[in-house]
Each structure stands twice: as C-alpha cells, then as structure tokens.
C-alpha cells in the first residue's frame, strides 16, 4: 500500500493503549527516581529496599530511557511517523537490559520466586516487542511513514 493510507479505526484504538501504557511507565519511572523502592507499593519490604539501594546508578538512565522511549514511540505512532518504529526498539532493548541485569546480577528470582519475579518483567517485555511489530506492520500497510 501507498504512505499516506487511512488507518482503521483500531489502529488509533491500540496507538492509544499504547500511550496510556508508555505513560504509565514513565510515571512509575519518575515515581522510582523520587521515592526509590518506596514507588513499588505498600508491600515494599526490606529486601526490595536493600535490592534498590544495591542497584548501580546506570541503571535508572536505562529505565528512562526504557519508558521515555516508549513514550516517544506511541507519540510517533499517533503522529503517523515511521521513527515510531526505531523508538520502540530502543524501548525494547533498554527494557532487555534492565532486567536481564536484575535477573543476571541479583537474586530476584531466589528471593521472590520465579513466577512473581518474572511475571511483570514479561509483560512488559512483551508489550515492548509488540509494539515494534505493530509499528512496524502499520509502515507496511502505509498507515505510518512520515520521518
């Protein structure tokens, strides 16, 4: 199909969703740099405060631009720009980053188990990739293709 295609009504409905979610992240993002492990909830516990505090700096420029990346992806979706796409990979990769670091370099999954320390991170990888595919689908569908 040629750029400049009208895209359905469901595209716009998932760019959406897509937004809400990024924003949600960036939320949690800027809740976590201002409040530390405090932001995880009211069953914060010792061990997520020690698992915070051992975090290394780095580790929370990676989370922004995780869920800044993200942002910016579902705005370039919403803009119908193909940047959309890149900025969704560079979500996805920093999201791979950080928790392959808290999966590889602590002991999450001992701690908290392997179902509640690995259910989250997977939806949020999940949703991280399925919004490069869906970019990436709505450039081949000529929905997407400005920039």
């Known amino acids: 199909?040629?750029?400049?295609?009208?895209?359905?009504?469901?595209?716009?409905?998932?760019?959406?969703?897509?937004l809400a979610w990024n924003a949600m992240g960036v939320w949690a993002c800027i809740?976590?740099?201002h409040f530390g492990a405090e932001s995880?909830?009211?069953?914060?516990?010792?061990?997520?405060?020690?698992?915070?505090?051992?975090?290394?700096a780095w580790y929370n420029y990676v989370y922004i631009v995780a869920?800044?990346?993200?942002?910016?992806?579902?705005l370039a979706?919403?803009?119908k720009e193909k940047r959309a796409r890149w900025l969704f990979w560079l979500s996805?990769?920093?999201?791979?980053?950080?928790?392959?670091?808290?999966?590889?370099?602590?002991?999450?999954i001992q701690a908290k188990g392997k179902r509640a320390?690995?259910?989250?991170?997977?939806?949020?990888?999940?949703?991280?990739?399925f919004s490069i595919w869906f970019a990436q689908y709505a450039t081949r569908r000529g929905w997407i293709g400005r920039r």
């Open 40 to 56: 995880w909830g009211p069953h914060t516990t010792d061990y997520d405060r020690r698992l915070y505090a051992a975090l290394p």
């Open 92 to 108: 996805f990769v920093a999201v791979i980053v950080m928790f392959g670091y808290v999966f590889g370099a602590t002991d999450l």
């Open 77 to 79: 979706l919403l803009l």
């Open 1 to 18: 199909m040629a750029i400049g295609t009208r895209p359905p009504a469901w595209f716009w409905l998932v760019a959406i969703m897509l």
């Open 31 to 33: 809740q976590q740099l």
């Open 117 to 129: 320390a690995i259910a989250f991170p997977a939806i949020v990888a999940g949703v991280a990739a």
């Open 67 to 74: 869920t800044f990346g993200g942002l910016l992806g579902a």
